[in-house]
């Protein structure tokens, strides 16, 4: 079972993460997710357990915990959607088609 953790303090690594969960379970991995320009942790990671009954275990107690200093909030992962997760520009609308500049005609 693939977890979404979010609200985690920004001095919480991978190592960190996988010892807040290794009491529920056998993990395969455990990752915070970083900022690339920054370095920094981006606040949320995610975790997948082997056994799905360990990860609903781990969802339902630690969800709304306290862990260094922060609630956290904790739940099965969405999977991803196809082209990422922005959302997409309608340019049909009535800006003229052209992100809101409207050519001169001469």
């Known amino acids: 079972m693939n977890i979404f953790i979010a609200g985690l303090s920004y001095s919480i690594n991978d190592n960190d993460l996988k010892d807040l969960f290794s009491e529920y379970g056998e993990i395969s991995s455990a990752k915070v997710i970083m900022d690339r320009a920054t370095g920094r942790s981006k606040g949320y990671g995610f975790v997948e357990l082997e056994d799905n009954a360990a990860g609903q275990k781990a969802i339902e107690e630690l969800n709304g915990a306290e862990y260094d200093?922060?609630?956290?909030?904790?739940?099965?992962?969405?999977?991803?959607?196809?082209?990422?997760?922005?959302?997409?520009?309608?340019?049909?609308?009535?800006?003229?088609?052209?992100?809101?500049?409207?050519?001169?005609?001469?």
């Open 69 to 106: 200093g922060r609630t956290i909030s904790v739940s099965e992962a969405r999977p991803r959607t196809e082209g990422g997760d922005r959302p997409r520009r309608n340019f049909d609308n009535n800006r003229g088609g052209n992100g809101g500049f409207r050519r001169r005609e001469y």
